[in-house]
């Protein structure tokens, strides 16, 4: 019996949890902080990666944890996997707050939640299966001391038209624990053919962002007039800082300068959707809006939404600015948390440059228990199934144990032994198995029962 109850136990385990934790990869699992100040953020990143044989979606619940949890601030508290999602960046802010000098570290855990909705749970008839995924290391010095440390990487500059905007861009390093503002940046554009400078601007410090501090390959963008006429030419880009220069960078490909009308922004919202058709008024909803750059030129998407519930408008949104090249596309997206139980539509399109796509709709349900009618009873049902069998399993294991302990007892059963005899009782020889009477025997026999006349005399 004994061999046997682990075998039974793999089982239940088998029947009660059919949904077996998928491989989740985190790139880098562990971030080295060398210099933060007191009361100061920076801000990190890490990369999930879904494992190829995962399928459907997903849930992963993001949770600090260690006695420095509270350095972590920001960052969304879930994070949505939908089937079609191979890796996902989570960002998130790191500050000591008050903290004395020293070393320390912080945990982020990403916890993952299977949906009651997924194929794997509707045919197991239970519940959400909560799982551990991963876990990212936080290492982080906080000092006390300020310093600055970056490094230029590079610079280029998008085709465009004699007047339109063009599109520059810009990569560099800070590694230092204080935020770097560049005072102003110099952009000369050079003839290719002969590098000799057509035209500069100057980009002051209003018209550019703070390189965040302890952060890596940060990249920035810059839309600009340029003044060029027809040709192709390279970027120059000077960086100061206090008066003084910072850095130099080159372009290493030139870019072309268009005559007016040749080039084209396109682009079309492909989809709307929102990642199921109900939910929870407690359940953030996550809207996606898949949009193309179908023209010739760069240009900047942004998203806007309508948010209607019981067809009265309730809020209008419009999300970050993205840069796409040609031929590019991507999801733009939004996430938001109902505040009332409500029928509720989305109307939403993409503006770029002064135009914008056609408006799709995209519809579903907010209820106080996150489920239809019929989702109730389905559940229900499911939840009445799955006792039936945990108890099935459970009588089947008490009659297994009661059978294989019978018959354990009969295998070892031993003779009963018999009460010694009293002193006050006769014991009496066992007679010997009777046998049918011959005739000698019988002759003999009556020669003993009859008297012999001589002792019968002698005895009188």
Known sequence: MRKSLPLFILFLGMCLFPNSASALGLAPPTIEVESILRNTTQQRSVVLLRS???????????????????????????????????????????????????????????????????????????GVAIITGVTAQVFLTVG?????????LNVS??????????NVAYSLNNTGNIDWQIEKIQLEFKKKSDMSTVNSIEIPASGLT???????????????????PEGEYFLAATFFEKEKVAGTLQSQQSFTVFPAGTLAQKGSLKALTVNKSTYQSIEKVKLNAVFANEGDIGLDASLVTNIYRN????????????????????????????DSDGSYKIEGYVEFG????DMKTVEFEVGSSGST???????????????????????ACIFTYVMLKRRHKIEILKPVEQSPPSSDMTILPTPPPSSPPSESSSESSSASQSPDPQSTENLK
């Open 52 to 126: 190829p044989d995962d399928v459907g979606d997903f849930v992963l619940h993001v949770k600090p944890e260690g006695p420095n949890a509270n350095f972590i601030l920001g960052g969304e508290s879930d994070i949505i996997f939908e089937k079609e999602d191979a890796r996902k960046v989570y960002e998130f802010d790191l500050n000591p707050g008050d903290a004395p000098n020293g070393k320390y570290q912080v945990n982020l855990s990403f916890l993952k939640s299977i949906p009651k909705n997924t194929p794997s749970t509707q045919s197991s008839g239970f």
């Open 144 to 152: 006390g001391e300020e310093y600055l440390n970056y490094e230029l």
């Open 157 to 166: 500059a998008e085709k465009t038209e004699v007047g339109k905007k063009l």
């Open 210 to 228: 703070h390189a965040k501090a302890g952060q890596p390959n940060q990249h920035f963008s810059l839309s600009v007039e340029h003044g060029l």
């Open 311 to 338: 067809n009265a408008l309730l809020d209008l949104k419009k999300s970050d600015t993205y840069h796409l090249d040609p031929g590019e596309e991507t999801t733009l997206s939004e996430i938001f948390t109902p």
């Open 354 to 357: 002064n135009k914008k796509t």
């Open 373 to 395: 009618a019929s989702d109730k009873i389905g559940i229900k049902l499911n939840s009445f199934t799955g006792l039936g069998i945990l108890s099935l399993i459970i009588l």
